[in-house]
């Protein structure tokens, strides 16, 4: 049983440009997150993913957008980047996104912006 | 401003010895409080959560005390090993919103 995937696992970028990244939920599970963690920081919630729509948001300006697939994977694009958004970017799924369920995290990927 | 707040920053604890780590929340709306074991190059893993309603919970080494009224709750490994040493994350959420608040973390090094 595959657990979240997420590609790529390391993405270097220069400041404006744009990015995507992707994830493969575990196998079952209809809902992903994703969450932003700088460097010696707990993950950051950026927004939460299901049936398609972007159900939950948190404090992340407009530049983080995402896309949710009929086959349940995700992408998280980010316009206009800033240095400030060097980060490792986690996806977790889980189901049913209002039972609180146990949320399975990906290995990430790595973001440097120059 | 950080919804959970986590001490310390960093543990250094002998091998059989126990680590303790504290979280403090305000949002009293917070209901569900699990801990995740993150270790070099992995995403968090889920160690163990407990809810309001229970003021202790234990699943092996790893121990959850939670104090509603304090709005506190700790985390206890027993009998450290060095295969413990990583970094521990608390986190809180509340009903109907899947969305989790981490605390800032906390390295622990468990010596042999």
Known sequence: ?114 | QQQVKQSPQSLIVQKGGISIINCAYENTAFDYFPWYQQFPGKGPALLIAIRPDVSEKKEGRFTISFNKSAKQFSLHIMDSQPGDSATYFCAASTTGANNLFFGTGTRLTVIP
């Open chain 1, 1 to 114: 049983d595959a657990g979240v995937t997420q590609s790529p696992t390391h993405l270097i970028k220069t400041r404006g440009q744009q990015v995507t990244l992707r994830c493969s939920p575990k196998s079952g599970h209809d809902t992903v997150s994703w969450y932003q963690q700088a460097l010696g920081q707990g993950p950051q919630f950026i927004f939460q993913y299901y049936e398609e729509e972007e159900r939950q948001r948190g404090n992340f300006p407009d530049r983080f957008s995402g896309h949710q697939f009929p086959n349940y994977s995700s992408e998280l694009n980010v316009n206009a980047l800033l240095l400030g958004d060097s980060a490792l970017y986690l996806c977790a799924s889980s189901l049913n996104p209002g039972a609180q369920e146990t949320q399975y995290f990906g290995p990430g990927t790595r973001l440097l912006v120059l």
